[in-house]
């Protein structure tokens, strides 16, 4: 599904910065793959790459099939519009609109028919618990009703390819369980792929795979398994010897 082959990135800029470093990286069709390492780690300069918002120095990523250093910003666009889904942790919801038109966003770029826009927008609202504020503009919400706000939003065109990026760093902890629970949902009933920056162990938990990165180079990687409390303290472990969490690791267990 996903396949990034020694990929690096180089910053340009008054002091170039050499931010990625021969990233190798294969994610199969229906996997749900976390990535995790310390700030500055090149976490979100990866998903941006992925994300086709930004081009990686050297090194190829390929996408279902697509190698994107082989298309034109045109058919960029369009592939980013109609494969994949992004998730921010700042939801990015345009305050002017309702929910309802948010959610619908992604379609009306793409000319789809307003009633079945509609019909679409009400059955995943209804799916993720914000069928009743559909009316509300996205200033008079909750943080944990904008985040499912963009989660439908991201997942209204069933992308291949969904990617979020601390999805859950602006929530409590009930709201960030609720919005696990509903992409690991999304992931088992759609079989879509899905790739998940976070600082999180709680949320990295919930992922098939978590990849740790260092100095924006690959780290080491670790599998679930069946055992989500073992895979969460196994999390734990890794953050530590990463370095660079020493403050922020929770000590909490899952309920
Ligand atoms: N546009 C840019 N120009 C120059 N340097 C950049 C740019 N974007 C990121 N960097 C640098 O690249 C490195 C990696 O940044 P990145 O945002 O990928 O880190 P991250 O792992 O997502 O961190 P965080 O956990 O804090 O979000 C950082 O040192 C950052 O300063
Ligand atoms: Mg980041």
Do not use: W
């Amino acid at each position: 599904m996903l396949e990034i082959r020694q990929v690096s990135k180089i910053y340009e800029g008054n002091v170039a910065y050499r931010a990625l470093t021969d990233i190798d990286l294969t994610i199969e069709a229906g996997e749900f793959v976390g990535v995790m390492g310390p700030s500055g780690s090149g976490k979100t300069t990866l998903l941006n790459m992925i994300a086709t918002v930004d081009g990686p120095t050297t090194g190829k990523i390929v996408i279902d099939g697509k190698d994107l250093g082989t298309l034109s910003n045109n058919e960029l666009a369009v592939f980013r519009r109609r494969e994949l889904g992004f998730v921010f942790q700042d939801f990015n919801l345009l305050n002017t609109l309702t929910v309802e038109e948010n959610i619908v966003l992604p379609l009306t770029l793409d000319g789809t028919k307003v009633s079945e826009m509609k019909q679409k927008a009400q059955t995943i609202a209804e799916r993720l618990g914000i069928a009743a504020i559909m009316k509300k503009r996205s200033y008079e919400i909750s943080g944990g009703q904008a985040q499912r706000t963009a989660i439908a939003r991201a997942m209204i065109h069933s992308p291949k390819l969904l990617l979020a990026d601390e999805p859950t760093g602006n929530l409590d902890s009930k709201a960030a369980r609720d919005v696990m629970d509903l992409l690991d949902s999304i992931n088992r009933e759609q079989q879509t792929t899905m790739m998940l920056v976070t600082h999180d162990a709680v949320a990295a938990s919930y992922c098939h795979r978590v990849v740790f990165i260092k100095d924006g180079r690959f780290y080491t990687e670790i599998h679930r398994g069946d055992n989500r409390q073992s895979f969460f303290q196994k999390i734990i472990d890794t953050l530590s010897l990463l370095g660079g969490y020493s403050n922020d690791v929770p000590s909490v267990r899952i309920p």
